[in-house]
């Protein structure tokens, strides 16, 4: 990757606030998510009460076509007196009543979760769409970007790296191979490694705003070696894609990282 090809930076606040709607819309996309698990599950549970109700109800009338109104006669005329025989009646229309009333419960309750799906899922598919937005946004940045307060991509990177290790020339290149290894893969936010570098929730150097101290040169003319010699002769020193400050994280440190 020549440096004259690389797009110039966007501004670092910009970015920040795209980043921090990314995360916020997530949260909610997530949420949502859940709500939709929750509501489909209650959906499912509901459909199983109103098939038993409607089996039920549909037995008792089967019964009756089956058998007639006899049965239900008998039990009427077994009646020993006419206030027993109210008391009967009463009976025989409450069951049929309790039956139709709990269906109608049930299928009241069922066309009420489906339709706090559909808006659950409305909702949804509206954050997702606002969510790629904010994401072609920020995409949009990182390859024509704001350029009045960065205007140099090589010092933007070499800024970020230097935050992140600036220790050696080792732990520098570390750094940055990490970077182009992500380039790579194609799932770490980016196809360059500006978008890699921004992506959300990945590089504090650059999302907690360490990088800023670092620009316009301020950093060890090793740094800016190891990010030339990675990205325009592609030496590397490690093909992991992942690390964390310190020495416990990963399978082999450097600089002051350790990777995996």
Same mark, same amino acid.
């Given at each position: 990757? #020549?440096?004259?090809?690389?797009?110039?930076?966007?501004?670092?606040?910009?970015?920040?606030?795209?980043?921090?709607?990314?995360?916020?819309?997530?949260?909610?996309?997530?949420?949502? #998510?859940?709500?939709?698990?929750?509501?489909?599950?209650?959906?499912?549970?509901?459909?199983? @009460?109103?098939?038993?109700?409607?089996?039920?109800?549909?037995?008792?009338?089967?019964?009756?076509?089956?058998?007639?109104?006899?049965?239900?006669?008998?039990?009427?005329?077994?009646?020993?007196?006419?206030?027993?025989?109210?008391?009967?009646?009463?009976?025989?229309?409450?069951?049929?009543?309790?039956?139709?009333?709990?269906?109608?419960?049930?299928?009241?309750? @069922?066309?009420?979760?489906?339709? @706090?799906?559909?808006?659950?899922?409305?909702?949804?598919?509206?954050?997702?769409?606002?969510?790629?937005?904010?994401?072609?946004?920020?995409?949009?940045? #990182?390859?024509?970007?704001?350029?009045?307060?960065?205007?140099?991509?090589?010092?933007?990177?070499?800024?970020?790296?230097?935050?992140?290790?600036?220790?050696?020339?080792?732990?520098?290149?570390?750094?940055?191979?990490?970077?182009?290894?992500?380039?790579?893969?194609?799932?770490?936010?980016?196809?360059?490694?500006?978008?890699?570098?921004? #992506?959300?929730?990945?590089?504090?150097?650059?999302?907690?705003?360490?990088?800023?101290?670092?620009?316009?040169?301020?950093?060890?003319?090793?740094?800016?070696?190891?990010?030339?010699?990675?990205?325009?002769?592609?030496?590397?020193?490690?093909?992991?894609?992942?690390?964390?400050?310190?020495?416990?994280?990963?399978?082999?440190?450097?600089?002051?990282?350790?990777?995996?």
């Amino acid at each position: 990757m #020549a440096i004259s090809s690389m797009p110039p930076v966007f501004a670092a606040d910009d970015a920040s606030t795209l980043s921090n709607q990314i995360t916020q819309i997530q949260k909610q996309v997530d949420a949502q #998510a859940e709500k939709l698990s929750k509501i489909n599950h209650e959906l499912a549970n509901n459909s199983k @009460e109103l098939a038993i109700a409607q089996s039920s109800m549909s037995n008792r009338v089967r019964s009756m076509y089956m058998y007639g109104m006899d049965g239900y006669l008998q039990y009427l005329f077994s009646s020993k007196n006419v206030s027993d025989f109210f008391t009967n009646a009463d009976q025989i229309t409450n069951v049929v009543r309790a039956d139709r009333e709990k269906v109608q419960k049930i299928e009241t309750l @069922e066309a009420s979760l489906k339709a @706090e799906r559909r808006e659950a899922k409305a909702t949804q598919d509206d954050l997702n769409k606002k969510l790629k937005e904010v994401q072609k946004k920020l995409q949009q940045y #990182a390859s024509t970007g704001n350029k009045t307060e960065v205007t140099d991509q090589m010092d933007f990177i070499c800024a970020i790296v230097a935050s992140e290790c600036n220790v050696n020339y080792e732990g520098a290149l570390a750094v940055i191979s990490c970077v182009m290894n992500r380039v790579d893969s194609g799932r770490w936010g980016g196809k360059d490694a500006v978008s890699v570098l921004t #992506a959300p929730g990945q590089f504090a150097g650059y999302l907690d705003g360490p990088y800023k101290r670092y620009l316009n040169g301020h950093y060890p003319p090793y740094v800016k070696q190891a990010v030339t010699d990675c990205m325009t002769k592609g030496i590397r020193n490690h093909n992991y894609q992942s690390f964390r400050a310190g020495s416990s994280y990963g399978v082999w440190n450097c600089g002051g990282n350790s990777y995996r």
